[in-house]
């Protein structure tokens, strides 16, 4: 039951990210911060791209993903379609590691010691859902701030 709820979900959300990048009258704002913004659109979504890639693809998809964390914030202007084509590569990278798990994967322990305790794979794929939809809501608010 939580496979297909995750997938569904991670979908949906993925596609709000791409709406939202997509939504950005002026494609420079993308990459906007201002007095107490410490992050731009852009970056969250590097951010977010990255996050899944290692986390879903590397780790549990079996991919050749090197993150750079330290890019996903420092890099700036990539044009909206390359960000929109990474978000495509990503929710097919999602798809694919979630259409390999079985329910019994989700029982056991994540392959990486992420934070300071052990916790299933169920737990951290759940984890990562809340992190993406927390870092969507504020690229919306990004948006309706800056791109006016």
Not at 110 to 125: H, I, Q, S
Not at 133 to 148: A, E, F, P, V, W
Request: aromatic share 8%; charged share 25%.
């Amino acid at each position: 039951m939580l496979l297909p709820t995750l997938k569904t979900l991670f979908r949906r959300e993925l596609g709000k990210l791409k709406k939202e990048i997509e939504s950005y009258k002026d494609e420079d704002k993308l990459w906007l911060v201002e007095k107490g913004i410490s992050n731009s659109a852009g970056n969250l979504c590097l951010h977010l791209i990255g996050n899944l890639n290692t986390y879903l693809g590397k780790e549990l998809g079996g991919t050749d993903y090197i993150r750079n964390r330290e890019l996903e914030f420092s890099q700036k202007n990539i044009p909206r379609s390359e960000l929109l084509m990474m978000l495509d590569a990503t929710l097919l990278v999602v798809e694919n590691t979630l259409d390999q798990l079985t329910p019994e994967q989700l029982d056991k322990d994540y392959p990486a010691r992420v934070f300071d305790y052990n916790m299933t794979t169920g737990f951290f794929l759940v984890h990562l859902l809340a992190h993406l939809t927390y870092h969507l809501g504020q690229i919306n608010y990004h948006r309706r701030l800056m791109d006016i």
